[in-house]
């Protein structure tokens, strides 16, 4: 896996996921955007996401 480019944590944070949640994505989806962007929307919600969605978005990244 490479670093995940810095424009692509960028277009993520300006969605109000947090940096460190956009590195993450982007590391485990191999820079895919639309499945970072999905990870990120999920994992920032206000009440977090059941355990079971977390797998679930984390088994699509891999």
């Known amino acids: 896996m490479s670093r995940p480019r810095s424009d692509l944590v960028d277009q993520l944070k300006s969605l109000g996921i947090t940096e460190r949640t956009a590195l993450f994505a982007l590391s485990k ?30 088994q699509h990244l891999c």
């Open 29 to 58: 989806s191999n820079n895919d955007m639309g499945k970072a962007r999905k990870y990120g929307e999920l994992h920032e919600t206000t009440s977090g996401p059941s355990f079971g969605e977390t797998s679930a978005v984390l």
